[in-house]
C-alpha cells in the first residue's frame, strides 16, 4: 500500500481525536501561514456589585455593567469601542442613573509606536435638588468638558523614559432659562461653575534599575456670582518619587506629594513578597500630622511553589495600554458631577 494512503488509513481508524493529532505534525512541516485575527470573546459576571455582559473581537467590541454602588440608586454603564485602523480607535462610554446621565466620546490615535494623542469630550446632565434659604427647589443644568492627552516614551536604554502633558476643561450652564430666579421675590439663584487645569509628567530611567517620576500641575474650579465676584479655589499639584531596585529581590520607592492642603512623604520597601511602608501627611494650615506605618505580604493564587518570586530584570520600559480598551475608558480627569451650588451672594 503507498506510504501516503497509509497515513490516511491510519487517521480514520483511530478517530476524530488521533485523525488531528496526526494531522497537526503534518501541518508543522508545512511554511508559516498568515494567523486568523483573535477570536471573539464573550463575557459575563455576576457578583454582589452588579452584573457585567461585554463582547469583543479583534476590532470592536461593547460592554454593559449594572450595579448599585454604596446602597445607591441602580446606575448603568455601557462602553463601545471600534479599532478603525492601525493606531486609530474611536469609542463611547455611557453612564445613567435616575438623576444624571453623561457620554463621554473618545478618540486614539498613536502616529508612531512610541507616541500617543488623545481627545475627549463629554455631556453630563443632571437634575438635582438645591438646599435654597426658602426651601428645597430643583434645578437641571447641563455640564461639556473637553480633555487633550499627549504622551511619548522612548526606548529603553534612553535617560529619557516617558513624558506626558494633557489638558482639560468643563463648564457647566443651566437648562432652560439662564441662571433662572426661583422665588417669586427674587431671592435664589444657582451659580455654575467651570473647572479647568492641566497636568504635566516627566520620568527618567538614570540606569536599568532606578526610576525618578516628576510631576507638576494645576487645577481651578470658580463658580460666577450675582455680585460679579467669583467663588472658586486654585489647587497646585506637585509630586516626585523614586524606585530603585537594589538586588532582584528588594525594591526600595519613596515619594513626595502636595497640593494646597496638604503635603505627604511615603518610603516603602518590599523584598520578596514582604512590603514595609511608613507615611506622613501634614496639612499646611497648622494641622497636626498624620504618621501610618504598614506591613504587609503577598500570597500569589495559582501559582506553582517553584514559581520565582524574585524579578530577575526591573521592567524600566512603559508602553502604551491597548487601543480598544483605550477608548471604552472614561478619563479620570474630566469631572463626575455637576459643578453648580447656591449662589451665597444672594439673600
Known amino acids: 500500500m503507498p506510504l501516503p494512503l497509509r497515513f490516511l488509513l491510519l487517521a480514520v481508524l483511530l478517530g476524530p481525536g488521533h485523525a488531528w493529532a496526526v494531522q497537526s505534525d503534518i ?69 445613567v442613573r ?52 499627549v504622551r511619548k516614551y522612548w526606548a529603553p536604554g534612553s535617560l529619557l523614559r516617558d513624558f506626558g502633558a494633557s489638558a482639560y476643561q468643563a463648564g457647566t450652564r443651566e437648562r432652560g432659562a439662564e441662571q433662572t430666579m426661583v422665588h417669586p421675590d427674587g431671592t435664589g439663584r444657582l451659580a455654575t461653575g467651570v473647572q479647568q487645569g492641566y497636568m504635566l509628567n516627566l520620568s527618567l530611567a538614570p540606569s536599568p534599575r532606578s526610576k525618578l517620576d516628576f510631576g507638576r500641575g494645576m487645577d481651578s474650579t470658580e463658580y460666577a456670582m450675582a455680585d460679579g465676584a467669583g467663588n472658586g479655589s486654585g489647587n497646585a499639584v506637585r509630586q516626585a518619587s523614586f524606585t530603585q531596585y537594589l538586588d532582584d529581590c528588594m525594591q526600595v520607592r519613596g515619594g513626595y506629594r502636595g497640593n494646597a492642603w496638604t503635603d505627604e512623604v511615603q518610603l516603602d520597601m518590599t523584598r520578596g513578597s514582604w512590603q514595609v511602608g511608613l507615611s506622613r501627611q501634614t496639612l499646611r494650615d497648622g494641622g497636626d500630622s498624620t504618621v501610618a506605618v504598614k506591613m504587609g505580604y503577598s500570597i500569589p493564587l495559582g501559582e506553582k511553589h517553584n514559581v520565582a518570586k524574585c524579578r530577575s530584570t526591573p521592567r524600566n520600559t512603559a508602553e502604551f495600554s491597548p487601543v480598544f480598551k483605550a477608548v471604552t475608558a472614561r478619563p479620570v480627569k474630566l469631572p463626575s458631577a455637576p459643578m453648580a451650588q447656591v449662589d451665597s451672594s444672594i439673600p
Open 98 to 149: 435616575p438623576r444624571q446621565s453623561e457620554v463621554v466620546l473618545n478618540g486614539i490615535y498613536d502616529p508612531a509606536t512610541d507616541l500617543r494623542l488623545h481627545l475627549a469630550v463629554g455631556q453630563l446632565r443632571s437634575s438635582n435638588t438645591y438646599q435654597f434659604v426658602f426651601g428645597d427647589y430643583a434645578k437641571s443644568v447641563a455640564q461639556s468638558s473637553y480633555l487633550m492627552d
Open 27 to 95: 501541518g508543522a512541516t508545512l511554511p508559516d501561514l498568515p494567523l486568523p485575527r483573535s477570536s471573539q470573546v464573550t463575557r459575563f459576571d455576576a457578583n454582589p456589585g452588579g452584573v457585567t455582559l461585554g463582547y469583543a473581537d479583534a476590532d470592536q467590541g461593547w460592554g454593559a455593567l449594572a450595579s448599585r454602588p454604596s446602597g445607591t440608586d441602580t446606575a448603568l454603564q455601557l462602553t463601545y469601542g471600534s479599532v478603525l485602523s492601525e493606531g486609530l480607535g474611536a469609542g463611547v462610554h455611557v453612564q
